[in-house]
């Protein structure tokens, strides 16, 4: 899903965010105030292609509003955002950010209860049209057999033709995991996607999404570091909006000002 040559004008990523490995998302230099306060503050990242990278911070750090910039819900006051290296985000709608392949979960599930699990299913992968004409419209054998594979996968697969608003809360979790899979994402934003779970659910997740890194990439906002611990390739915490400390979780844990403003000792 890359975006067309010469479509966008501004300057390309600076060398010095060139590394190694292809990044899938750089930021440089992103600054967001709200009514004088610095929400975000020359904060920048660089996240790799299949990467699973951790974000972690006290409340107030700036996690949210760091998805919100990457998603085209926050424009920031300057910096940039890249996407595949050539596609600045702070120049896009939302819209046209999540049709490049980026997708958010929000920590709350957002289903269509109504609807049985499959119909939430069918509407995700067919998204650009209404919800009833998406309903009308005859499914290919491929998308049914993309759909039969996500409940599978999802472990969702007697519950098909249950209604949404029926599912238990992980169960709902995992439905709208599915719904951003379904659309086959480049990079996956996923806030708090544990919270709530049973253990034997957040162990699947765990499970799901160490599969699911190298196709895709995925940045997880997560409270709970025992299920970080399972995950993640590499951990940045912020703080006050700004990045304080990034590497393994055992540097990260090691770190005396990580330690003082998040982790306790």
Not at 45 to 65: D, F, Q, S, W, Y
Not at 201 to 213: G, H, I, S, V
Not at 238 to 260: F, K, M, P, T, Y
Request: net charge negative.
């Amino acid at each position: 899903m890359q975006p067309s040559e010469g479509l966008f004008t501004r300057q390309q990523p600076s060398d010095r965010f060139r590394e190694q490995t292809d990044p899938v998302l750089l930021l440089e230099e992103i600054n967001v105030s709200f009514d004088g306060f610095n929400a975000l503050t020359n904060l920048s990242m660089r996240i790799g292609v299949g990467e699973l990278r951790c974000v972690i911070g006290p409340n107030g750090a700036g996690k949210t509003t760091l998805m919100d910039v990457i998603t085209g819900k926050t424009r920031p006051r300057s910096g940039r955002a890249w996407y595949d290296q050539s596609t600045d985000l702070t120049a896009l709608e939302p819209a046209d950010i999540a049709r490049r392949g980026i997708g958010r979960k929000f920590q709350k599930p957002t289903v269509f209860e109504a609807l049985t699990v499959f119909e939430n299913l069918e509407i995700a992968q067919k998204g650009d049209k209404s919800v009833w004409g998406t309903l009308r419209a005859v499914l290919n054998g491929e998308q049914r057999d993309r759909i039969d594979e996500m409940l599978t996968l999802l472990r969702l697969g007697g519950e098909r033709h249950r209604r949404a608003g029926l599912l238990s809360h992980g169960q709902k979790q995992f439905l709208e995991i599915g719904m951003l899979l379904v659309q086959e994402p480049h990079l996956l934003l996923l806030d708090e996607p544990a919270a709530g779970m049973t253990d034997a659910e957040t162990e699947y997740t765990a499970e799901l999404f160490r599969t699911l890194a190298g196709k895709h990439s995925l940045m997880v906002v997560e409270h709970d570091m025992g299920f970080v611990e399972t995950i993640a390739d590499r951990v940045t915490v912020l703080h006050q909006g700004q990045v304080l400390a990034e590497g393994s979780l055992r540097e990260v844990q090691a770190n005396e000002q990580v330690i003082d403003v998040y982790l306790g000792r």
